[in-house]
């Protein structure tokens, strides 16, 4: 069976279609009755417990093609593998990422996925649901070969730093100075926040550092500089998404890191 994509637009408008094809009386049990499901689950997703599975969704294509639950047709998608170990990298991401206060308020505002599914899933109720995993991949991307896979690094030869390879082709600044926090910095979560604050000896407030990295506020210059301050060799990177000179360095190009690996075996002691 090939797997239609499932989030909260898709589930409101088969709950708009039911409403529509249905009265009232009586609705689930005709669903029952001509579906083959049972009418708890057409209850369940009906009244918001849930949202669309793959069952009803492909129940209705089939049934009711003239409703379009996709205005620019049928959307397929490749099932991402789901396993408890990518459940377990995809927590331990999470708890990276986004501070425990207000955490899963602000992953709901960035992904439109309900709270609670972030709760269930992170408290380990449920493992990780298509919907969360396809989310994840589109927010970081940098990170989703490890998340998938559980492997590190974006299989260049010689690569020489301990966080994956940026993925994208075309990096934004917002994208290359995040990369260089997580090159340069050990602390996590609300720690990292207060770390970089302290590093911009209270310039920066840590809220404006979280805005930044979760995506919801352009970089400073003022953040530019702590960051090209502590990893220099970046900082023509960062700034214009290529690197020309040793020893500057591009983690993304086999070449520039080539060049940088010959620097640093010569470099004196």
Known sequence: MKHLQINAEVSERLREFVTQRFQARGRFDVLETLSGISASKWKNFFYKKQEAT?????????????????????????????????????????????????????LENLSGINESKW???????????????????????????????????????????????????????????????????SPQGEQLFKYL????????????WEKMILGSMEPSIQMIEVVCKQRPYFSEWIITGHAKATPQVDPTDSGSIKNWNEHMKFKPK
């Open 197 to 208: 604050s302290q590093k911009s000896t209270g310039k920066i407030k840590s809220d404006e």
């Open 119 to 185: 709760k269930s899933f992170f408290y380990g109720k449920q493992g990780a649901t298509q919907e969360l995993l396809q989310f994840w991949c589109n927010y970081s991307p940098e990170s989703e070969n490890w998340l998938l896979n559980g492997v590190f690094t974006g299989g260049i030869e010689g690569y020489p730093f301990t966080t994956p390879s940026p993925t994208l082709s075309e990096t934004t600044l917002s994208d290359r100075l995040i990369w260089a926090i997580s090159e340069w910095a």
């Open 54 to 106: 793959q069952e009803l969704l492909h129940f209705w294509a089939e049934n009711f093609s003239d409703d379009s639950l996709y205005p620019s047709g049928n959307q397929f998608i490749d099932l991402l593998p789901s396993s408890k170990d990518v459940s377990a990298r995809l927590r331990e991401l999470i708890e990276q990422k986004f501070q425990s206060r207000g955490r899963f308020s602000a």
